[in-house]
């Protein structure tokens, strides 16, 4: 693989944003598309943004305004860009145009990925003159620090491709997941929204409120999980058995109703529920105030994981 020296963009808003911020760091280029003028300074602004957090993450570095463009003409970015991320509003329809659009123009050694949360990149491929080169890049807000990005193949996606596509991403200090088969929703998306559902439902019973159920994630089960998983969260709760001696303890409650899945039948009532409790949980502070302490916290996160070698730490 020829090495990657300019990133093109499809899409400037946080994720484009933040997609661009990492690449900026790691000394590329970067070449943003967005059919919006006035994309250009809020692109801009969260780039700034979003460097303090990076280089209190990895070493200071100066900002390198002069490796950031912006261009509301397709045609320019696709071809500058040796390496093309798609970070569009998540509309299938719209994205299997785009891919075709950009794939019209892109020179075919060039890989297309999407930064879509959940949807096949085989739909996405679909009208694509070499749809070999598609792949899913699905990365996690924020861009600039949480470092896992799904890489998912659709049906004509070739190995090339995906290997690349693991090298690329590992470059720019990312951890690469890559999926075994295309599946709606991929891993992580697929374990938030189970989570998110089962959420809903203890809102819409009354069982809890909103800042209930964060605290209880807050306080307890995320403590774990920013550096080990479920399976290895129980394996270790089986005690010196491990998960075999975990699944004979719980395996029947499995059986038990403690969860709902699906998701509560919407109504104006939740909607009003969950909009006033994270207003309340907000507590009147700004985006701008909320999105610093998260980047903080994050921060002196990973460098925790990092000091024991563990999880994120290890990027």
């Not at 509003?89 to 990925?113: C, G, M, Q, W, Y």
């Not at 999926?179 to 697929?190: A, K």
């Not at 491990?242 to 004979?248: D, I, K, P, T």
């Not at 909009?275 to 909320?290: H, P």
Request: overall charge negative; some cysteine.
């Amino acid at each position: 693989m020829s090495e990657i020296s300019t990133l093109g963009l499809a899409g400037a808003g946080v994720i484009g944003a933040g997609w661009a911020a990492r690449a900026l760091y790691h000394g590329l280029n970067v070449v943003v598309f967005d059919p919006s003028p006035e994309a250009q300074d809020k692109l801009k602004q969260a780039v700034l943004t979003a460097w303090p957090s990076i280089t209190d993450l990895n070493g200071d570095k100066e900002f390198p305004a002069d490796n950031l463009s912006f261009t509301t003409d397709l045609k320019q970015m696709v071809q500058a860009a040796q390496w093309i991320q798609e970070s569009a509003p998540e509309r299938e329809d719209l994205k299997i145009s785009l891919f075709a659009d950009i794939d019209e123009i892109a020179d075919p050694e060039v890989i297309i990925a999407s930064s879509s949360s959940g949807f096949l990149p085989s739909s996405l491929q679909s009208k694509c003159r070499h749809p070999e080169r598609v792949i899913i890049g699905h990365p996690f807000n924020p861009v600039y620090l949480l470092p896992l990005v799904e890489i998912v193949a659709g049906k004509k996606t070739s190995y090339d491709s995906m290997e690349r596509a693991v090298q690329f991403y590992t470059s720019i200090g990312m951890h690469a997941l890559k999926l075994p088969n295309e599946i709606e929703g991929y891993v992580c998306d697929r374990l938030q929204e189970a989570l998110w559902r089962e959420a809903l439902h203890i809102v819409n019973k009354g069982a809890g409120s909103t800042a209930d159920i964060d605290d209880s994630i807050i306080y307890s089960a995320g403590l774990r999980w920013a550096f080990m998983g479920p399976f290895m969260t129980y394996h270790l709760a089986g005690g010196e058995g491990g998960m075999a001696h975990f699944l004979s303890q719980f395996d029947p409650e499995l059986e038990l109703p403690w969860t709902d899945l699906g998701f509560p039948k919407w109504s104006d009532e939740l909607e009003q529920k969950l909009i006033s409790g994270c207003e309340a949980q907000a507590a009147g502070k700004t985006y701008q105030q909320w999105e610093a302490k998260r980047n903080a916290v994050l921060v002196d996160i990973i460098k925790v994981l990092e000091k024991h070698g563990i999880g994120a730490g290890t990027v």
